[in-house]
């Protein structure tokens, strides 16, 4: 028997769950103590959990879940696994891609062979359209880069294994880097953007980060003790960028805008705008304070809205939205003379 062989059998003989002496594989596989010991640290070093405890009731066994059990799938089960894998693939970044690529194979190999080609031509069954860029809002669009990926990974593994990390976060509005020291609670997948959540050390409150502005993320050697009232569905729903606007608007410039009653019911329905603040003003008008001066932002919003919304202030925004207007007035007024003459 070559050792090849006598590996494979020593790992079969180890799939039971309960410890084998070196002396038992010694026995049947009619080698020394020592070419065991060389087989067992062979194992090791190709990546096989072998845990071995000391001792004279010692021995060797598999990690429990190292080995698993043929996968059975109908081939509706296999058509809906590929619908989900197809799914997966349209989202341009995914935690631990890597090992999904390697769990994808594995999941593959132990499949019959009947549907094979049926996975593999996923993306020929199945199409997902991207989600398309949304230009109202502006910064809700990021290309995938090396940091994005390595703050979902790292930030999935520190919920894995139960450990802080640390990492830098860009603010581009204010144009500043602030270091985090997070316990990662979650992750969730918004408009074709990756948010992070988890208990802030510093401040002890529950904060959601961008993945994308994430950068330099490592886990520490620190580990912290779940939440387990903690659940990603309390922020979903638009929750996580409510509670969000509301600590904005202690730390950002308002904008504010005067609009009608009719204007506010159609801004209610934003993904985005219904978390602003609706007041009630005169005449059965609506004030929305808006944490974001931006003039990317504040002034795209105000042309959307049309006549009956008035921007209140920033007063620089005001201004420069009037002269802008004043221009586009004096074109279209310019282009309807000349019509009613000729």
């Known amino acids: 028997m070559n050792p090849i062989e006598r590996a494979l059998g020593i790992l079969l003989l180890l799939t039971g769950g309960k410890l084998v002496p070196a002396t038992v594989l010694a026995e049947r596989f009619h080698v020394s103590h020592r070419t065991i010991y060389r087989d067992i640290d062979r194992l090791i070093a190709l990546g096989v959990p072998v845990d071995a405890e000391r001792g ?3 021995g060797y066994r598999l990690a429990s879940g190292y080995l698993q059990p043929p996968v059975a799938l109908t081939r509706n089960e296999t058509a809906a696994l590929l619908a989900a894998m197809a799914l997966v ?3 341009r970044t995914v935690p631990l891609a890597d090992d999904l690529a390697a769990a994808e194979k594995k999941l593959l190999a132990s499949l019959p062979k009947t549907v094979h080609g049926l996975l593999k031509e996923a993306d020929r069954i199945v199409g997902i359209e991207p989600i398309p860029p949304d230009i109202f809002h502006s910064g809700t669009k990021a290309e995938p880069t090396g940091d994005w990926q ?5 930030f999935m593994s520190g919920i894995l294994d139960g450990k802080r990390v640390r990492f830098e976060h860009v603010n581009p509005t204010r144009r500043t880097v602030k270091a985090h020291d997070v316990e990662p609670y979650g992750v969730m997948f918004d408009r074709d953007l990756w ?3 988890g208990r802030c050390v510093d401040t002890d409150t529950l904060k959601v980060y961008r993945a994308d502005r994430v ?3 490592e886990i520490s050697g620190l580990f912290f003790r779940p939440d387990k009232t903690f659940s990603i569905k309390s922020l979903l729903g638009g929750a996580w960028l409510s509670q969000a606007m509301r600590r904005w608007e202690q730390e950002e410039a308002i904008a504010k805008i005067l609009i009608t009653a009719a204007q506010a019911k159609k801004l ?3 993904w985005y705008y219904r978390h602003a603040v609706f007041t009630p003003a005169e005449e059965g008008r ?3 304070s808006i944490p974001s001066t931006e003039r990317a932002r504040i002034l795209p919003l105000v042309r959307w809205l049309g006549p009956g919304a008035e921007l209140l202030g920033p007063e620089d925004l005001r201004q420069e939205l009037a002269s802008e207007l004043e221009a586009l007035a004096g074109t279209y007024t310019a282009k309807t ?3 009613r003459s000729a």
């Open 56 to 58: 004279a009731e010692g």
């Open 89 to 91: 693939r349209s989202s």
């Open 150 to 154: 390595k703050a979902l990974d790292g």
């Open 195 to 197: 948010y992070l959540a």
């Open 215 to 217: 950068r330099d993320l």
């Open 268 to 270: 209610s329905a934003d």
């Open 286 to 288: 609506i004030l929305v």
């Open 337 to 339: 003379q000349l019509n």
